[in-house]
């Protein structure tokens, strides 16, 4: 499984990004899809994720109505709409897919917040 995270870039404090993941197999029977992040010196740390199936998302505490996850699951991706950012946003984005017994990542976006 390859997943491949796009839409990331430099936007000032207060601007939205969109991120992509595309997925090179069905989304549809995952456990559920995920954004992560790491900003530097610190630990990744989950941001949002998706059941594809249901379309039931959660989100962590920081995002706090800012972030939106999303799935195509015809076009195996899924997104985070980013609004609101804040310069403590920036970080690497990663997405993943937890399966079963397996979780799979996919290499990160930059998001850099700044003025």
């Known amino acids: 499984v390859q997943l491949q995270a796009s839409g990331g870039g430099l936007v000032q404090p207060g601007g939205s990004l969109r991120l992509s993941c595309v997925v090179s197999?069905?989304?549809?029977?995952?456990?559920?899809m995920g954004w992560y992040r790491q900003a530097p010196g610190k630990q990744r740390e989950y941001v949002a994720s998706i059941i594809p199936s249901s379309g039931s998302t959660r989100y962590a505490d920081f995002v706090k109505g800012r972030f939106t996850i999303s799935s195509d699951n015809a076009k195996r991706t899924v997104y985070l709409q980013l609004n609101s950012l804040k310069p403590e946003d920036t970080a690497v984005y990663y997405c993943?897919?937890?399966?079963?017994?397996?979780?799979?990542w996919g290499e990160g976006t930059q998001v850099t917040v700044s003025s």
């Open positions: 993943a897919m937890i399966g079963d017994s397996m979780n799979y």
């Open positions: 197999e069905s989304i549809v029977n995952s456990v559920a």
